[in-house]
């Protein structure tokens, strides 16, 4: 089965935290692409990242950083300092045998607090 | 680089009622995709289309919902007849790399 699990449904967290989304995924393919999208009120969903079953390297930008290991088949997002901009409904998704289409996750909603 | 354009924004029909939405992909993306987003969930593929063929509509509701994308361009997602479990956002997105772009969705209300 495919599937991806956002467990957290809602996080609040006051400005400037830390905070951590977690997501797991499953999949039986050796081959697969996991991204994390952002839903802002607006609707539209912002690409974020996109990481490839072969790359485990962990991979920072700017006060984003991700955290991928496929020993526990998780695919985890931290925000560092988190501001009231990154309110927002974050997606993790998979992309079962390298193709594009994507399974996404149910999203974390993320409110921070100033 | 314009974005993927989605049309209308909002939309309130009636149940048993007919609708349609329409997407302009980014230009010489080849692969497009409708999603169905229902509130409080994880957007979910209807339709996948590789220029003008079908790749996958495994989970397109092909009873109500039938989509096509002319000359390789341009979508058209229709629903008819329109039933009340059909109120969602419906997302547009397309593709060159593996990375997907959405546009901002058409919100659908059926009351």
């Known amino acids: 089965a495919q599937k991806v699990t956002q467990a957290q449904t809602e996080i609040s967290v006051v400005e400037k935290e830390d905070v951590t989304l977690d997501c797991v995924y499953e999949?039986?393919?050796?081959?697969?692409?996991l991204f994390w999208y952002k839903q802002p009120p607006s609707g539209e969903l912002v690409f974020l990242i996109r990481?490839?079953?072969?790359?485990?390297q962990n991979e920072i930008s700017g006060r984003y950083s991700w955290n991928f290991q496929k020993s526990t088949s998780s695919f985890n997002f931290t925000i560092t300092a988190s501001q009231v901009v990154d309110s927002a409904v974050y997606f993790c998704?998979?992309?079962?045998?390298?193709?594009?289409?994507?399974?996404f996750g149910a999203g974390t909603r993320l409110a921070v607090h100033p | 680089e314009a974005g993927v354009a989605q049309s209308p924004r909002y939309k309130i029909i009636e149940k048993r009622q007919s609708v349609a939405f329409w997407c302009n992909p980014i230009?010489?993306?080849?692969?497009l995709y409708w999603y169905q987003q229902i509130l409080g969930q994880g957007p979910k593929l209807l339709i996948q289309?590789?220029?003008?063929?079908?790749?996958?509509d495994s989970q397109l509701p092909k009873d109500r919902f039938s989509a096509e994308r002319l000359k390789g361009v341009d979508s058209t997602l229709k629903i008819q007849p329109a039933k009340l479990e059909d109120s969602a956002v419906y997302l547009c997105?397309?593709?060159?790399?593996?990375?997907?772009?959405f546009g901002q969705g058409t919100r659908l209300t059926v009351v």
């Open positions: 999949t039986r393919d050796t081959t697969y692409y």
């Open positions: 990481r490839n079953s072969f790359d485990e």
């Open positions: 230009s010489g993306h080849a692969t």
């Open positions: 289309f590789q220029n003008n063929g079908v790749v996958d």
């Open positions: 997105a397309s593709s060159r790399d593996p990375e997907a772009f």
């Open positions: 998704a998979l992309g079962p045998g390298g193709y594009n289409k994507l399974i």
